[in-house]
C-alpha cells in the first residue's frame, strides 16, 4: 500500500546519505571509516536526521521529499493472472517514525545489513483491484484507505569499488536482498464489485478477515520493485561519489 520509494529512501538516509560528503550540508554528521564503531555513528547521524527528514529541508538549499505526509504515485502489482492491482495517489502519514535497528557496517567489503521499523503507517488514496482471496473473487476500482502496523524490511545490500579514470575508486552498489513483513492491517475499499454495497461490505470483510493472505500476495512484487528501485537511488546518490568521500580516512 506504500511504495518501494517510502522505505527505500528511508533505508537511503540511514545507510548513505549520512557518509557522502559531496552532496551533503554542512549541518549533517559524516562517519569516517575509522570510526571505532560505525554503526553507531550511523545511527546517531540519523538520530540528528530525523527533524529534517519531516519537512524535506536538509539545510544549506538542499531538499528532498518530505516525509510528511508523503504523497505516491501508481504502484502495480501483478501475480497471474489471478491477482493485479494498481494503487495511485496516495497519501501515507507516518514515515518519519522510521526506526532503524540491527545496522552491521563492513565497511571494507561494503556489506551493510540493518531493518527499517515503520511502527504505523496510515493512507488514503486509490485503487484498481481483481483478485481471488480464497473462494471469492474480489474486483473493484475507487477510493481506499487502511492502517499498516509494524511494518518492518529486513535489508542486505553489497557493493563494490570501482576504479575511476581519474585515479580513484567510486562505488557501486549491485547486489540487494530484502524481505518484507507487515504485522497487522486494515483495509478499506470502496466501490467493490461495481458499487454493489452488499458485496462490498463481503468482500472488505473477507479481505480484512484475511489481510495477512492479502498483504502475502502483495509482498513478492514489493519486494522485487523494492530491490530495483533502492538500487537505482543509491548508485544515483553516489554517482560522483569517491570511496574516499564515502568513506572519508579521517
Known amino acids: 500500500m506504500f511504495s518501494s520509494r517510502n522505505i527505500a529512501g528511508i533505508c537511503i538516509f540511514a545507510l548513505f546519505i549520512v557518509e ?20 553507531a555513528c550511523i545511527l546517531d547521524a540519523i538520530s540528528d536526521l530525523r ?7 536538509l539545510g544549506d538549499g538542499v531538499k528532498t521529499v518530505a516525509l510528511e505526509p508523503l504523497g ?5 502489482f501483478k501475480r ?8 495511485n ?3 501515507v502519514n507516518g514515515p518519519s517514525n522510521f526506526v532503524v535497528s540491527n545496522l552491521k557496517s563492513d565497511i571494507p567489503n561494503l556489506k551493510f545489513n540493518f531493518t527499517v521499523t515503520l511502527p504505523k503507517l496510515t493512507f488514503t488514496g486509490k485503487y484498481s483491484l481483481k483478485m481471488r482471496l480464497l473462494l471469492l473473487n474480489i474486483q473493484g476500482r475507487g477510493p481506499i484507505s487502511g492502517v499498516l502496523d509494524n511494518t ?3 535489508v542486505c545490500i553489497l557493493g563494490k569499488r570501482i576504479p575511476g579514470a581519474n585515479g580513484v575508486d567510486y562505488v557501486k552498489f549491485g547486489n540487494l536482498s530484502i524481505k518484507v513483513s507487515v504485522g497487522g492491517a486494515k483495509f478499506r475499499l470502496e466501490n467493490l464489485f461495481n458499487g454493489d ?8 470483510t473477507v479481505i480484512n478477515e484475511n489481510a495477512q493472505l492479502f498483504i502475502e500476495e502483495l509482498i513478492p512484487g514489493f519486494e522485487k520493485s523494492l530491490s ?3 538500487l537505482e537511488i543509491a548508485n544515483d546518490i553516489l554517482t560522483e561519489v569517491t570511496y574516499d568521500e564515502m568513506f572519508p580516512d579521517v
Open 20 to 39: 557522502s560528503m559531496c552532496r551533503l550540508p554542512s549541518s549533517i554528521k559524516v562517519c569516517s571509516r575509522n570510526t571505532p564503531n560505525p554503526s
Open 51 to 57: 527533524p529534517r527528514l519531516v519537512t524535506g529541508d
Open 72 to 76: 505516491l504515485d501508481n504502484i502495480h
Open 80 to 87: 497471474g493472472p489471478e491477482f493485479t492491482a494498481t494503487f
Open 89 to 91: 495517489n496516495l497519501l
Open 152 to 154: 518492518r524490511a529486513n
Open 197 to 204: 454495497r452488499t458485496l462490498g461490505e463481503i468482500g472488505n
Open 228 to 230: 530495483k528501485t533502492f
